[in-house]
């Protein structure tokens, strides 16, 4: 069974095809025949059969971005109390070495490690979201101490921008409408 890349990909040769021939078709009722052709009842059932990809094709899932952090209690102040994230995995290699730990928000994962070289301080992540007017709310209710980030409106979208006490830089931003 074919990919729903390599189906649009048909749908495209097919319309192309008939072109030549003087045949013009739009793209969505090109969809409709090779859907057809393909045993299937029309795009939409197709489309929600068909694998996005195939076994061995390259597939890239989620970035997870990974921060430099030098103070544990801090790190948690901030990114737990404050943001909202829970610690999902914490890990030493023994006691009194440093932390990597992995936090989680509403399907957002961040690393965040102590390790030298694990991260550069300073970095800086840029995260689309949805909902950036109820999350700049729930931050300004909190009356953090730190940091009262605002909303800044954008060529590409509404971003509330964090610091966390590390240098590090989190940009979350909601598409315009």
């Not at 939409?44 to 971005?65: C, E, K, M, T």
């Not at 953090?144 to 989190?170: A, C, K, M, S, T």
């Amino acid at each position: 069974m074919p990919t729903i890349e390599q189906a649009k990909a048909m749908a495209k040769r097919l319309r192309s095809a008939l072109a030549v021939n003087a045949i013009n078709i739009s793209h969505a009722a090109s969809l409709e025949l090779v859907a057809a052709e393909l045993g299937h009842r029309d795009w939409n059932a197709a489309a929600a059969i068909l694998d996005p990809h195939r076994p061995g094709q390259v597939s890239f899932r989620q970035a997870i971005p990974i921060l430099r952090i030098f103070d544990l209690a801090k790190a948690r102040e901030f990114y737990c109390d404050f943001l909202g994230f829970a610690i999902t995995m914490e890990h030493r290699h023994e006691l009194g070495l440093p932390v990597y730990m992995a936090i989680e928000r509403a399907g957002l994962e961040l690393h965040l490690t102590e390790h030298h070289g694990g991260a550069s301080p300073g970095s800086t992540a840029f995260v689309w979201m949805t909902g950036v007017q109820a999350f700049h709310a729930e931050l300004t209710a909190k009356n953090y101490g730190y940091g009262r980030p605002g909303i800044e409106r954008l060529p590409w979208g509404d971003q509330l921008q964090v610091h966390d006490p590390f240098g590090n830089r989190i940009r979350f931003c909601q598409r315009h409408k």
